[in-house]
């Protein structure tokens, strides 16, 4: 059995919304779809928390995470195109955040950022405030995370995302990636040698 890195285990984790609930969205996003502009102010609206939240989690604390929650609704519009209603408009959302996100630590793989104001987490997932080695733990861990990933073929840091950082089940994985669950622990196992070994690697250079 694969024993998980306690580095993913001190960061927070989302939970996610099973797809056979009831989704409240589906109607807005059925009407952006279609082109009701009004719709889709509502939706971003509604999921924009949401999603700022899944960006934070792949990217950290960039300068840039206004702009990527931006470059990710551009890029659901273009993506509703193809929203038959059949899956939850939040997982959906997550896929174009992930993907928005990867990009993103790919892109500025050579390029260090900036020191900017604020390292700390959202609010409702910040380590606990008096006790600063835990919260020391959990910044250096989302550092070695958005390196690690950035390292990673998409296919494997996308499932890692999904399942480590968002707290994604198989079968929910399964239909963002349209492949059977078995295919999803397959790729999920891969991926965390990979980022293990990518942590490794990290680590020793930063000796």
Excluded at 87 to 108: A, P
Excluded at 170 to 178: A, K, N, Y
Aim: aromatic share 6%; glycine share 4%; hydrophobic share 40%.
């Amino acid at each position: 059995m694969f024993a998980m890195t306690a580095l993913v285990l001190t960061l927070p984790r989302m939970a996610t919304d099973s797809i056979a609930v009831a989704d409240p969205l589906r109607s807005l996003a059925i009407a952006a779809r279609d082109g009701e502009g009004v719709a889709f102010t509502q939706l971003y609206e509604r999921t924009r928390e949401m999603a700022f939240r899944v960006l934070y989690r792949v990217v950290g604390n960039s300068p840039d995470l206004e702009d990527l929650v931006q470059e990710s609704y551009l890029q659901l519009m273009r993506a509703l195109k193809g929203y038959r209603g059949d899956s939850k408009v939040t997982t959906f959302l997550h896929r174009v955040c992930v993907n928005v996100g990867l990009m993103h630590l790919r892109s500025k793989r050579r390029k260090p950022e900036a020191p900017h104001d604020s390292d700390e987490l959202p609010e409702e997932s910040a380590p606990e405030t008096d006790d600063p080695e835990r919260a020391a733990q959990v910044k250096q861990a989302a550092m070695l995370v958005q390196k690690a990933l950035s390292t990673m073929s998409e296919e494997k840091a996308s499932v890692f995302v999904y399942h480590d950082l968002l707290g994604m089940k198989p079968e929910e994985i399964g239909e963002l990636c349209d492949c059977p669950v078995n295919t999803v622990r397959s790729r999920l196992n891969r991926a965390r040698v990979d980022f293990t070994e990518a942590v490794k690697q990290l680590k020793a250079g930063a000796a």
